[in-house]
């Protein structure tokens, strides 16, 4: 199989930083998404990952370790704007086109 | 910016009757996809399409479910006997490239049988 776990929801402060993690089962990886799915929205994709370490992109980073199966998003001086469901996502083996989706997690960015 | 559009935003259809829905992707692009997400569930893969003809389908993706690509510019998800499951908002996505390709989701339709 292909599990992806992740935080159902996590809560952080408006100015402050977040890290939401994502694990995934490493057999057949061939890289990692994350996107942001506001309510009732389609997903918007927010970063990919295929080689370990940090790629950065404005207050938006993305960590991958392949060896550890894990990943995770970085999210920095939070604004309201940034509640929402923060879906980690993983291609599978070379020549996949699927994405297989984990739950998502529910950021609340509260004043 | 380029973007994929759906249509209809909503349907609402009765058990067992045909529905199509309707995608028109980002215009260069070659790769398209249909996933759903069942309301509070995560979102699921349903199909991807190349070359005129399905590259990948899910377990979900069962002989109800047919795609097409009618002419140059869109793309087509039939339900053959919508079923009660069926309910969910269906997204349609494209993309430029396979490897490393970030797909770009259209604004899905909102599928509701009765």
């Known amino acids: 199989g292909q599990n992806i776990d992740q935080p159902t929801e996590m809560t952080a402060t408006e100015g402050a930083i977040v890290q939401i993690n994502c694990t995934y089962q490493?057999?057949?990886?061939?890289?990692l998404f994350w996107y942001q799915q506001h309510a009732g929205e389609a997903p918007t994709f927010l970063s990919y990952n295929v080689l370990d370490g940090l790629e950065e992109k404005g207050r938006f980073s993305s960590f991958l370790s392949r060896s550890k199966g894990y990943s995770y998003l970085l999210l920095k001086e939070l604004q309201m704007k940034d509640s929402a469901s923060y879906l980690c996502a993983r291609i599978g083996a070379a020549g996949s086109y699927q994405l297989t989706f984990g739950k998502g997690t529910k950021l609340s960015v509260i004043p | 910016e380029p973007e994929v559009t759906q249509t209809p935003s909503h349907q609402v259809t009765q058990m067992g009757q045909e529905v199509i829905l309707r995608c028109v992707p980002i215009?260069?692009?070659?790769?398209f996809y249909w996933y759903r997400q069942i309301l509070g569930q995560k979102v699921e893969f349903l199909v991807s399409f190349y070359n005129n003809e399905i590259s990948e389908k899910s377990e979900i993706f069962d002989d109800q479910f047919s795609v097409e690509r009618p002419d140059g510019s869109n793309f087509t998800l039939k339900i053959r006997s919508t079923k009660l499951e069926d309910s969910a908002m269906y997204f349609c996505a494209s993309s430029a490239f396979k490897v490393g390709n970030e797909q770009f989701f259209g604004p899905g339709t909102r599928l509701t049988v009765l």
């Open positions: 490493t057999s057949g990886f061939n890289g």
């Open positions: 215009s260069n692009h070659l790769y």
